[in-house]
């Protein structure tokens, strides 16, 4: 969709539909007002009525029929002013956006939601992102060509100049987001048998030049020589190779930039190995990606948006499957540190591949590192489905900042523990450790605190299991489909961080 900042007052907009809001309850002001005055007093009609009164998603539409320029106006309610923020931005825009294609809208236009409120930047930036993030659409691989994508347009009508200068900003970022987003849900929408550990390297490839990103991807020779047992042993049951993918920010700036490294668990099925996954379990299993994706589709952004850091993104990717090299319980590992892992587990695999990606993170000497994984369903039990992510840190400040962007992102993360009774339950007998807890409870705990094995530094650890793909309905999240969860949360985490 293309994306204009224009200012002007929107009641003179000759689009085909013009998108206002309203808080609920609240009285008429602004361009609601002179909408309303101009036809004769309709939206208030329509209040008085019942059949709207800005509560948060309700929308109603309205013909002009002349009065005003636009076709349609398109009112949509911010829900109360008290619990007023971003996300409710997001949600209207992508309320209103979806409406727009409903009607076969091709040109938009919209006020900024909430200014007066939230600056202008912030709003413009949360309009784009709910209309590019509620409009996003997966149309895999059917034959049929995809429909047209409505609108075509969005204009953003600031009110004045000053307003415009700081709205195109925010939306200019908010495309870069969402662009981002939408190539994170591609890759966690893909089946299996497309979206390879070699294909999720080379989208990395082609993404990294086209945006300036240093790129290398490992083989398993490369790997083997960096001893990635770990990593290894997971892929080894599968004709599909591994890859452990390397994207860099600001390479050539490295001494003199703070270094932050982003990693995330490329899983690209999960079929639990011998310890296989039931029917149900393994139903979704393509989605065990879903970090690695985040990854790559940050890391896009933080190069478009040139973030005055070195950050670097690490994806180990490979297959969990069985076969007649596959690993098996009881195996021991050696991961590249040299610290030897009793398989207690094989559907414990995602912390084997994040223990060698961590260990590579060391050689950034990294100021924070950060992990996303689809890791447990312990966590989904802990914090519920489609509710928050777990967030592990042996770093007070760096936790801080992980949670200051999830409330600016509307991405919810929710502080675990990593108390000291859970190293005793991933003791071995024979190695180093164990890939899973020896007792039942809490295994999202004993996850985190196995991954705190191969970390020397800043780090944090985003167990997002219950988070990849959408679970209800939602504005701006379509169900049943890859969230993109994690992608606006670590750009906006990299923004912040100093
Ligand atoms: N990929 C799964 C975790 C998962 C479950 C992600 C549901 C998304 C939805 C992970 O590799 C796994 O199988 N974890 C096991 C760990 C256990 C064997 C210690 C789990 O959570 O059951
Ligand atoms: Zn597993
Ligand atoms: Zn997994």
Known sequence: MQIEVLYGPIQASDADGIVLSLFEGAPLEGAVKAVDEALGG??????????????????????????????????????????FDADAVRQAAAVAAKKARELQVSRLASVLHGTGKLPAEQAAQATVEGSELGLYSYHGQKTAPPPPALPQSLELMASDEAEMAAAAEGAARGQ??????????????LPPNICTPAYLAQVAVEMAQQSGLRVEVLERKQMEALKMGALLAVAQGSD???????????????????????????????????????????ANMKVDMAGAAAVIGAMQAVAALDLPLHVVGLAPAADNMIGSRAY????????????????????????????????YAARFQPAAVVDIATLTGACMTALGVGVAAGLFSNDDALRDALLAASARTAERLWPLPLFPEY??????????????????????????????????????????????????????????????????LLIEFVRGWQ
């Open 328 to 359: 098996r319980p009881q195996e021991v590992i050696t991961a590249s540190n040299g610290t030897t892992i009793e398989v207690v587990s094989t559907d414990a695999e995602g912390r084997l591949l994040l223990a060698d990606a961590l260990v």
């Open 176 to 189: 870069v987001v969402a662009t981002a987003v939408a190539l994170t849900r591609d890759l966690v929408n």
């Open 42 to 83: 309709a939206v208030a009609g329509l209040i008085a009525s019942g059949d709207f009164g800005g509560k948060a998603q309700q929308i109603a539409v309205l013909y002009p029929r002349g009065a005003i320029p636009a076709r349609r106006v398109i009112l949509v309610g911010l829900g109360a002013a008290e619990t």
């Open 240 to 282: 599909t190779p591994p890859r452990f993918i390397v994207l860099e920010h600001n390479a050539d700036r490295a001494a003199d930039l703070k270094t932050v490294v982003l990693v995330g668990k490329g899983v690209t099925f999960d079929t639990g190995g011998y310890d296989l996954k039931t029917r149900e379990g393994m």
């Open 423 to 488: 190293e005793k339950m991933i003791e071995s007998d024979t190695a180093d450790v164990v890939n899973s807890s020896r007792e039942k409870f809490p295994g999202v705990g004993a996850s985190a605190t196995f991954l705190k094995r191969f970390v020397s530094y800043p780090w944090a650890h985003i167990d997002m299991a219950g988070m990849a793909v959408g679970e209800k309905e939602h504005p701006y999240i379509a169900r049943g489909k890859a969230s993109g969860f994690g992608v606006r």
